[in-house]
């Protein structure tokens, strides 16, 4: 079943053309890795899909399971099923992981006409998504990434990706700021999650590495806000050794 | 009889003229008396958040060594103002957090004045304003330290917080130090809501009111963090709260 399709799509930062006609299909059930080198467009892809104010898309069309994309809100892609995980993950003072996983989930529930989690239901499934992801209970009890070091930041956003369990994701560079193990842990994680015949994952990643742990189905190239070239896992041991230009 | 202040009174520079010419002489006179004996602990709570101008004076007598705490929210539709004397004995300490927070086009103020006459007091003071539309905030705030009342600690932390072009806020810090072992740290900043966290918190599913909500809730909390109940700080919050509820 196709998941995600984007079509010809155009999009701008400040009246500078950022993706010049970017296509790309995602079944059910397939995890799709997108690299390429810096500044390719790589994240405007992934606000685009999010729907980030200031990203304005001037052509094309995105469905997420024949719903158009383009014409929700942000917080209305979320509830459709769409999970976005920041490159930059931002920090809220004053706002607890707890309290703020919590409203959104719920948030979430509430507009697809499911009841709220109650407090303790909603403490049990975040305990177990934070061990998944072996981040302790303390840590979410903190202010949204407050103080967290990089990697700290990634796997928390793993641990909201269980919480909020999305049939979409797209993850922005989930694996920079990871030392060995904690990639380890974190592509576990994307496979625990992700990993399901009804999910599928836009895997952006600038290196060859985190694919080691999470097999993507299919490979593509961004560069200069294009797909240039797609292939299997194969592409991205090419791209690791032979670098982009060559490939590309 | 008291004569009515203009805006011209340092005072009342940045109230609403127009409604200080309607008050009523009378209530210029009416203080609120708030005395801490010497050595005990007192906490007072005041709201304001009536439909009519509110015009709320508390005078606050720290015994030495006591504690007088004071947390205020300023809520109300239409012109009012918080005002605060407080006069502090030897190594006394008061503990003030106060919010103004509205929209419309009402003018909303908090003055107070630290009389630290004697040695060895403290005072710490934590202000935020939350205001939309076109209304404005104020914070007027004095802090006398007396040539005799060495190792004095008086700190006045504010913040403003603007939700929509067309709002203010007005900070005045005021300090008369005559001591010269004196501690008294002040600070005052405007700013608007993090866009970062507004999209970030939209991504994971959170509608723009209730993201807004929760940062409002954590920017006001500084004023509320030092009180001890909890019970209490959730009802300042609740009715800090109402007001952004309102917001048309
Ligand atoms: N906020 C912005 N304003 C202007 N240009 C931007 C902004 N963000 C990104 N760009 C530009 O868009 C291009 C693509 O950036 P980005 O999508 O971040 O690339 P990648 O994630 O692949 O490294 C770059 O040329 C970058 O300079
Ligand atoms: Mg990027």
């Known amino acids: ?248 | 009889m008291a004569t009515l202040p203009t805006t011209r009174d340092e005072n009342w520079r940045y109230a609403d003229g127009a409604v200080l010419a309607q008050l009523d002489p009378d209530v210029l006179d009416q203080w609120d008396d708030f005395d801490v004996a010497p050595g005990e602990t007192a906490r007072r709570i005041i709201m304001a958040g009536g439909a009519g101008p509110e015009l709320i004076r508390v005078r606050v007598t720290v015994g030495d060594g006591a504690t007088a705490e004071l947390f205020g929210v300023v809520a109300g539709d239409a012109y009012a103002r918080l005002e605060v004397v407080v006069h502090l004995g030897r190594g006394a300490h008061f503990q003030f957090g106060g919010v103004t927070i509205g929209g419309g086009d009402a003018v909303r103020e908090i003055v107070t004045r630290m009389d630290h006459a004697l040695p060895d007091a403290t005072s710490d003071q934590v202000i935020r304003a939350v205001h939309w539309g076109t209304a404005t905030g104020n914070f007027l705030g004095r802090i006398d330290v007396a040539r005799h009342a060495q190792k004095t600690d008086a700190a006045q932390d504010f913040k403003g917080l603007i939700l929509e072009r067309g709002a203010a806020t007005n900070a005045r810090p005021e300090l008369e130090i005559y001591a010269d072992d004196v501690k008294c740290a002040h600070g005052a900043s405007i700013g608007q809501l993090d866009e970062s966290a507004r999209f970030y918190m939209a991504a994971r599913g959170l509608p723009p009111e209730l993201a807004r909500k929760l940062l409002v809730q954590a920017f006001i909390g500084d004023a509320f963090a030092a009180l001890g109940d909890e019970g209490e700080q959730e009802r300042l919050m609740d009715v800090a709260l109402a007001a952004l509820g309102d917001r048309s």
Request: aromatic share 6%; no cysteine.
């Open chain 1, 1 to 248: 079943m196709t998941m995600l399709i984007i079509d010809n799509l155009h999009a701008e930062i400040d009246g500078k053309p950022i993706l010049k006609g970017l296509t790309l299909t995602v079944n059910a059930g397939e995890i799709h890795a997108i690299m390429g080198p810096n500044g390719a467009g790589k994240s405007t892809l992934a606000y685009v899909l999010g729907g980030r104010p200031g990203y304005e898309v001037t052509g094309g069309s995105v469905t997420l399971n024949g719903a158009d994309l383009l014409d929700m809100d942000p917080h209305e892609r979320a509830t459709a099923g769409m999970f976005l995980g920041f490159q930059y993950p931002v920090e809220i003072p004053g706002v607890s992981n707890v309290q703020f996983l919590r409203e959104a989930l719920n948030a979430q529930r509430t507009a697809r006409g499911e009841a709220p989690l109650s407090g303790g239901d909603f403490l049990k499934l975040a305990r177990e998504k934070a061990g998944l992801l072996r981040m302790d209970m303390e840590m979410l009890k903190r202010n949204v990434n407050v103080g967290f070091s990089g990697g700290e930041k990634k796997r928390a956003e793993m641990v909201q990706m269980g919480i909020l369990d999305p049939a979409f994701a797209v993850l922005d560079e989930t694996d920079s700021g990871l030392d060995i193990d904690a990639l380890r842990v974190v592509g576990d994680g994307i496979n625990a999650i992700m990993r399901a015949p009804d999910k599928a994952v836009l895997l952006i990643t600038h290196y060859q590495r985190l694919l080691d742990y999470v097999r993507p189905d299919f490979v593509h190239v961004l560069a200069a806000g294009r797909i240039v070239t797609s292939g299997g896992p194969e592409l991205a041991q090419r791209l690791e050794s032979e670098g982009y230009e060559a490939v590309a």
